[in-house]
């Protein structure tokens, strides 16, 4: 047989539209961010990249950081898109180690939603707010067309203080850090995927959503010793470690065996051709400290409720500076790599 | 997790890895046809833990990256369409064909929506009566079952306003246009564990017969995939040449004889072009006469497919094991992920993209 037709379409470089990758938190969010955003918008606290932004005003350091919510469905096993909208902002404010204390709320609403869905999603956030210690102090609603939005959008805006001594950032990551994962990766993503019209299985994955200021606290009990901290929401663990290795210009590298995924959810994920590296969490933190801490801040972890699974899953090191790799279970390594846009389930 | 933690236990991967060492005593060429055993050796590094006398060459059973640019350009047109929900496996979806991809038609506007099955198409057809709901049916003999039974189903059911549009290619007669290349070097081959539990592995007889290859049906899972290697290099190294099967709890001799009664039902063998490697003798599946209504081909006429391939690109190559993936000068430069020359840098069962993903770093 001879080789003929050596087949190569047209690169498609430029994006002439935004596409649903653009807001996936891979590389093509990543894009977007650095050749359109961040181009009109520079200042040295939005360049950082960090969660939130830390804000030195007289007598105090804050922490502000906003997020919007567009989860489809709205409610999912294990919470629904309101409680998540007061845990994710709260999280963000406090990936710095900083205590949140006020949120603002605003919501896009689709003519046409039922009030007994907004009533329900109102209390969620209500007993959401209570438990992670945060007021609601200020907020605004639209009402749109139907079909201008997917019944409803909120943006959560969030403000917290911290400690003036606390430089918790990507920018103070050490060779030698270990890096701790504080439990099980993928649940709020697969509880999510799962419960979407058209899936003809039925799982028992819940969402992971939760507010984790106070682990935070617990950990910085444990020791002040703790170099980054981040959610790994959009774009999962994998993603959040390559922003690391990027913006530290380090090398991370991890243990296969140590990633901890629960039985449902690695079935979950086989099913639909999904790695759990790259799915959604909601309630999990990675934690960059320093080596000799590591005991003492994992302890004070697994001693708080939604730390208990917590566990090393690997560390920083000086080859493959801006790269994540794995130790597979067989002792080679390969690349974890930065997502491109949302995972595509495989055809077999 | 049953019945895959004891396919990925380190531990047994290792015994095995130490048996094939031992067991290795020339150099040998041995291909995967299977693009999900492509990305499960490089995903976990089989080919770095391998005596250096085994090469591994990576298959064309990628059925994203076969998949003719024309059809694709077809699938983009008919996607464009006013009245069409198009419906498909997500993998698809980013392939680009001549001018863009099947998520810029739905960026644009089209309905383009990603199913797991085409029995989900069926259903959205149900729901949708006065909308054309086309399903794009491709892939090899592991998905043809359902598809078929899409087709099945809708004219049991009465169902006028679905069809697919199919480019279904077959593995055997890929093999043994391989095998009869004067540029052939495989000795050896895993066959794609999941095309066998449906066909079996009889019709693999007369090719081991006739060239003289092991043939190995093979799972995924890294315990599998060693298994697989052991087994070929077991009877190369014995001068053995016959049909062996590792994958023991999915495939039998006779494969799922009531999927190969509706594949036949449904499909009839035809002769299909292979993106990059071009056209083989009947190795596609095309569907029947009789239910010449549920063709998309037939239903929507497209006019004006002009393709347009550069040349950059040497996917060709890669889909037949002649060049690994980093041997092309464009590999992590020109194309990328993002910037993919080729499906084979697109494909989730693309070699390409399985180099890019796991291993750019090392090699």
Known sequence: ?348 | MKYLDEFRDPILAKKILAEIHKTVTKPWVIMEICGGQTHSIIRNGIDQVLPKEIELDHGPGCPVCVTPLEIIDKAIAIAGKPNVIFTSFGDMLRVPGSKKDLFMVKSEGGDVRAVYSPLEALTIAKNNPKKEVVFFAVGFETTAPGNAMAIHQAAKEGIANFSELVSHVLVPPAMEALLSSPENRVQGYLAAGHVCTIMGWEEYDPIAEKYQVPIVPTGFEPVDVLEGILLVVKQLEEGRYEVENQYLRSVKREGNQPAQELISKIYKITDRKWRGIGEIPQSGLSIREQYSAYDANLKFSVEDIQTNEPELCISGVILQGLKKPNECPAFGKECTPTTPLGATMVSSEGACAAYYKYQRMGK
């Open chain 1, 1 to 348: 047989m001879k080789i003929e037709n050596l087949s190569c379409p047209l690169p498609i470089m430029d994006h002439k539209t935004i596409q649903l990758a653009h807001g996936a938190g891979g590389q093509l969010s990543n894009d977007l961010i650095d050749t359109l955003f961040l181009p009109r918008f520079s200042n040295k606290t939005l360049n950082a990249m960090e969660d939130q932004a830390v804000l030195d005003f007289p007598g105090k350091r804050l922490s502000f950081s906003t997020d919007t919510f567009v989860v489809d469905p709205i409610f999912f096993p294990g919470g629904n898109i309101g409680e998540l909208a007061i845990n994710g902002t709260v999280n963000d404010v406090a990936m710095c180690g900083a205590k949140p204390l006020f949120l603002s709320v605003a919501f896009i609403l689709e003519e046409g939603l039922p009030m007994e869905d907004l009533h329900q999603i109102l209390i969620s956030m209500e007993i959401a707010a209570k438990k992670a210690g945060v007021t609601i102090v200020t907020g605004d609603t639209k009402v749109v067309n139907k079909g201008s939005c997917d019944k409803i959008f909120i943006n959560t805006t969030g403000i917290g203080v911290l400690e003036p001594d606390l430089n918790i950032a990507s920018s103070q990551i050490k060779i030698g850090d270990k890096i701790i994962l504080s439990g099980t990766l993928a649940d709020h993503g697969m509880a999510v995927m799962t419960s979407r019209d058209g899936l003809s299985f039925q799982s028992r994955v819940k969402s992971d959503t939760a507010a984790l200021n106070g682990l935070i606290d617990s950990m910085l009990k444990g020791s002040n010793n703790i170099h980054a901290l981040r959610d790994p929401t959009r774009g999962g663990v994998a993603t959040t470690l390559n922003e690391f290795a990027r913006s530290s210009n380090m090398g991370i590298s991890l243990i296969e065996e140590n990633i901890p995924v629960k039985s449902d959810v690695k079935g979950a994920c086989e099913i639909l051709g999904i790695d759990p590296l790259y799915v959604a969490n909601e309630g999990k933190l990675i934690a960059v400290v320093s080596n000799e801490d590591a005991p003492n801040i994992l302890d004070a972890m697994k001693n708080h409720p939604l730390g208990k699974d917590a566990v090393i899953i690997g560390e920083v090191v000086s080859n493959h500076p801006g790269m994540v790799t794995m130790k597979t279970g067989l002792g080679a390594n390969r690349i974890v790599d930065m997502p491109i846009g949302e995972q595509l389930p495989r055809i077999c």
